[in-house]
């Protein structure tokens, strides 16, 4: 299973402001949902209490405070605390990353939060790994992490536009490809060769909204399309 998501082949990730968003995520197929406050920052609980009650699907949370992904010791307990939070208000699972001063995988900060997780709850490595210097290391840096889920990667910090390539290279080990999410300006047409790669989760957020904008709310037709092309 991966993380919060369904037992079935591809999984398919919808990024979720608000509540607002959640039933065109649920009647068009989602099958998780990743819930971050602006700037990909953790939300207050009470948002997260929200969104979870609108469906049963699996909440994943972002754990972020800061607008950098390098963390301190007292920033590291606040989010345990976070964690703890979102878990009673029934997020199924969170997203966070952090590096350290050399954009490396801080692994040991990683492994901390990680093992203070309420109830072994899986979580998925966050955008930061698309920060990393030499993505290669990275990937080995990350398998052995405990409670890994999947590592969020566009291939490039600019997004799929750029990265489509290398993430497809990447995916070439079947380690990362059952690990990685990819997102970030994914489009249709790059979805059958990840498939074909081994790649089975796939996430999206303006995508599935009218006019691509996070002013609308996410749109069941268009998540519905998606759906479609994972069969």
């Known amino acids: 299973m991966d993380a919060g998501g369904r037992e079935r082949g591809v999984v398919l990730e919808v990024a979720v402001a608000h509540e607002r968003d959640v039933p065109g995520a649920a009647e068009g197929g989602a099958d998780r949902l990743r819930l971050a406050a602006p700037g990909g920052r953790s939300p207050e609980p009470a948002l997260v209490s929200a969104v979870c009650r609108e469906s049963d ?17 007292g ?23 952090f590096l350290d001063a050399d954009l490396e995988v801080d692994v040991a900060v990683c492994t901390a939060l990680a093992e203070q997780l309420p109830d072994g709850l899986p979580w998925v490595f966050s955008e930061a790994f698309d920060a990393t210097l030499d993505p290669r290391r990275s990937w080995r840096r990350v398998l052995g992490l405990p409670g890994l889920a999947g590592v969020r990667s566009a291939g ?28 970030r300006g994914l489009q249709a047409e790059q979805v059958p060769w990840l498939l074909r790669a081994g790649v089975r989760q ?12 996070h002013r609308s709310y996410v749109e069941a037709g268009h998540v519905r399309s998606w759906r479609r092309l994972l069969r």
């Open 57 to 73: 699907l699996p909440v994943l949370v972002e754990l972020r405070l800061e607008d950098t992904w390098t963390t301190t010791g």
């Open 156 to 183: 490039s910090p600019q997004g799929m536009t750029v990265g489509y390539d290398d993430l497809l290279v990447a995916a070439a080990d079947p380690a990362v490809a059952g690990l990685l999410v990819a997102g």
């Open 75 to 97: 920033e590291l307990a606040r989010l345990v605390g976070l964690a703890a939070d979102y878990a009673a208000c029934g997020a199924a699972g969170y997203g966070f990353g």
């Open 202 to 213: 796939l996430a999206v957020d303006t995508q599935v909204r009218p006019g691509a904008s």
